[in-house]
């Protein structure tokens, strides 16, 4: 027999016991009525203690019962305790799962129903210009603005994407976002957006690009078949036919020459970044690059440029050869190609106090307007369009110097002042410089 069985035996008979000692059939009767609902009363705190305690869910806190009742809590608290770690299990998945989401570079919008904001990462927020917590249960419509998204919005063709502007740097330069909205559920909706602003930067560089060396291949191309033509058509004299000879020449070797520097930057962005294993003289690059530019002085202008080294420091210089070569003729090209003849050009290596080392070239040239600087390492820029090919220039030698200096961990700078000259130089990071230890 079960102990709850038992005590309504116990208590029947207790209360019976007492009426018959009253010698009494009805108290005896109603004595053990009596012990049965005396009985049911305790069962029932017991049964209420055990529901009060479900009803809070706590597995730590069961009460202490015997018996039935005590196998049930028991029982009862095992479930809960499972279901707690289930829960805990879920949750620590569903935490995940959304610090997963929150580190996504794309923007993930939860909607409901009636399109308020139900969960946001911090990118989307960023992407349409909203805050992610103090906007949830907002109406999505109500903070983006963009006439496209509302037209998006209350159309339902969701099968496709759509850009906005989004909040930039400036009011005058917006981000473009790329969004699309993709049901699920019971009507609600899950937005994703992605910031195509260097997408679509890189395809208008892209487009730049090809447009510019179209237009720098056509020119020569054009001079060179239209000399072809008039050689194969009109009878020349020696006189003019050497001439035609010579411009032709030139036109090639300009074609050359920007097929040469396209090569260049095409091998310098597709190649890994050289190593700090080959160290260089710095005496003997610059001896070489001063070599090449008063050969080229010699060249091109009527009064040769005066070209010296400044004396520096005795120095080891890591990296490539080839690249570091190629970045610093092409500074020294520049100075001689667009200072005036007979004027001062002057370049060498210096170390910094922060342990950097630069390679410079000043000139005495015309100098660049302040508002140029910042694009002169772009692709194709030129500050004098004429100017640059009338001294054979491709657009591409800064851009060279450019990717030869980040390649190098190093950056390129610029100074100049119109009228007086201009000062580049190539700054390498400590890493790659060391002095020369004298035996």
Known sequence: MTRRAIELLLLVALGAVWGWAQESAAITFAGGLVGALAWSFMDGLRARRVMRWLNKGEATRAPNLSGAWGELVERCRKVIKKLE????????????????????PNGVVLLDSSGRIEWSNLTAANHLGF???????????????????????????????IQIDGPGPRPSQPTKISLQIHPYGKKRKLMITRDVTAVQLAEAMRRDFVANVSH???????????????????????????????????????MQTLVSDLLTLSR??????PGPGEWIGADELLRHVLSEARGLTQAIA????????????????????????????NLMSNAVRYTPGGGRIRSGWRLRPDGWVEFFVSDTGPGIAAEHIPRLTERFYRVDRSRSRETGGTGLGLAIVKHVAQRHGGHIEVKSTLGEGST?????????VRERVSD
């Open 268 to 273: 310098l962005e597709g190649s890994p970044a």
């Open 131 to 161: 805050d992610p917590q103090r906007d949830l249960g907002q109406y999505v419509r109500n903070l983006v603005r963009s006439p496209a998204f509302t037209a998006y919005l209350a159309g339902g063709d969701f099968g496709h994407e």
């Open 216 to 254: 720098e291949i056509r020119t020569p191309l054009t001079v060179l078949s239209g000399f072809v033509e008039t050689m194969q058509s009109i009878p020349l004299e020696e006189a003019d036919r050497t001439r035609y000879l010579d411009l032709m020449s030139q036109q090639a070797h300009r």
């Open 302 to 329: 009527a009064t040769p440029h005066d070209i010296d080294p400044v004396s520096g420091p005795d120095l080891w210089i890591s990296g490539a050869r080839t690249e570091l070569l190629s970045a610093m003729s």
């Open 85 to 104: 770690k289930k829960a805990q299990s879920s949750d620590a998945r569903l935490e995940d799962f959304l610090a997963a989401i929150q580190a996504s």
């Open 424 to 432: 580049f130089a190539i700054a390498l990071p400590p890493s790659r």
